[in-house]
């Protein structure tokens, strides 16, 4: 069974669609709405106060041409050790850490592939993000969302052979929105209730209708103050 995450003390703003609300990953809890950082952006001597540093984002970009190098040379061990590297850089005790793992193809990733991806996310995550697929988000239709779910229930069931943490769900704001509830659903039979909004580098502001939608949808299925 997927390792719900917990949350408690949820307020909505009533001005915006912003929730306030403490987030419990094992011995660890921090406050959301909060900012993440990106370590490999920042410049090794620039030092950040305890206080904003709950949250680390750690993102690496794969395709099936570096995924089939790794697994057949010893360059796995050199990311695995660059990601612990990102991960302990002024890290704290109550710090939780997100590593995406992004597959940079126009299709899905194989089960081996899955695995590789998800291997790489798990141990460096306190929650375990499913793989990105960006470049697919954009282009689903009616005729390939079903491939998609079956995607989102590997990835999931792949980690799930051996799990102790939650799972975070990719909410891809590229997918057009007829789609999002199919995904939503997949989730919500799943028992994931942790998700990433993921802008592919877009802003808030191109998204808004998109927004408001997945809050609504969200609030049909009840999940939307335990999300």
């Known amino acids: 069974m997927t ?3 917990s949350i408690k003390d949820v307020k909505v ?3 915006s669609l912003y929730k306030f609300q403490k987030i419990k990953v094992g011995n660890k809890t921090v406050e959301t709405p909060g900012k993440a950082i990106d370590i490999r ?3 090794t001597t620039l030092q950040f106060s305890e206080e904003i540093r709950d949250i680390k984002e750690i993102y690496r970009i794969f395709t099936s041409d570096s995924i089939r190098q790794a697994s057949s040379t010893n360059k796995e061990q050199e990311i695995n050790s660059q990601l612990t590297r990102y991960r302990t850089r002024d890290s704290t005790p109550n710090q939780i850490t997100f590593t995406f793992a992004e597959f ?8 081996k592939e899955i695995e590789f991806l998800t291997d790489i996310s798990y141990p460096h995550s306190d929650i375990t993000p499913l793989p990105l697929v960006p470049t697919i988000c954009k282009t689903v239709t009616a005729e390939t969302i079903p491939a998609f779910r079956n995607y989102l229930k590997t990835a999931i069931k792949t980690i799930e052979d051996l799990n102790h943490q939650p799972i975070m769900g990719i909410i891809p704001m590229a997918m057009p929105r007829d789609f999002l509830p199919d995904i939503l659903e997949v989730y919500e039979n799943e028992g994931i209730n942790a998700f990433c909004v993921d802008f592919q580098g877009g802003t808030v502001s191109s998204a808004l209708s998109k927004i408001r939608q997945l809050y609504r949808l969200l609030k049909q299925k009840k999940m939307l103050e335990n999300s």
């Open 3 to 5: 390792k719900k995450l």
């Open 13 to 15: 703003a009533e001005d």
């Open 41 to 43: 952006r920042v410049p």
């Open 104 to 111: 940079n193809e126009n299709h899905f990733p194989n089960e």
